[in-house]
C-alpha cells in the first residue's frame, strides 16, 4: 500500500531542500531513499547541499547511483528504494510504478505558490485513492 505525506513548513524560515535533507538524515539508516528532481539543475544543486548539510556526518548519496543509499535522478524511483522525496513541483502518479508500497514525502514551502501547487496535488493523489498524511513543520 502506497503512503504519502505532505509536510508543510509553517513557522519555521526552513527551506525545502533544508528540510529535505533533515528528513534524508533521519531516514537513510533505515530506508532507501530516492530523491525525484524535475530537472539537472535543481539535482546538481541539492547533491552540493546535501554533501555539506552536517560537517559532523556523512550521507552517503549520488546522481543516479542506484546502489547508493540515497539516489537522487530525474527518473522515477526504482522498485528497491522505500522512500521517495519528490521535488519535482509535480504530483507522481505512483499507482503507475513497479512498486508495491512507496513512501512519497511532499515538502511545501511556506509561500503562496507552493501551497497551491501542494492543493493540486493533493487532490490529485485523493483521486488516485490514496489520503495524503499532512505534517506541519
Not at 77 to 85: D, Q
Not at 91 to 97: C, G, K, R, V
Request: glycine share 4%; net charge negative; hydrophobic share 35%.
Amino acid at each position: 500500500m502506497h503512503k504519502i505525506s505532505f509536510y508543510l513548513i509553517e513557522k519555521k524560515p526552513q527551506r525545502q531542500v533544508d528540510l529535505a535533507c533533515r528528513l534524508c538524515q533521519q531516514i537513510y539508516k533505515k530506508h532507501r531513499i530516492w530523491l525525484y528532481f524535475a530537472d539537472q539543475q535543481a539535482c546538481e544543486e541539492f547533491d552540493l547541499q546535501l554533501w555539506q548539510f552536517d560537517q559532523s556526518s556523512f550521507i552517503g548519496h549520488g546522481i543516479d547511483q542506484q546502489d547508493a543509499q540515497i539516489c537522487l535522478s530525474l527518473t522515477p524511483p526504482n522498485p528497491t528504494f522505500e522512500v521517495c522525496i519528490n521535488l519535482s513541483g509535480q504530483p507522481m502518479n505512483i499507482t503507475e510504478l513497479p512498486h508495491s508500497a512507496l513512501h512519497l514525502i511532499e515538502i511545501v514551502g511556506n509561500n503562496e505558490q507552493d501551497k497551491q501547487l501542494a492543493r493540486e496535488a493533493f487532490k490529485f493523489y485523493r483521486k488516485l485513492g490514496i489520503e495524503p498524511n499532512v505534517h506541519k513543520i
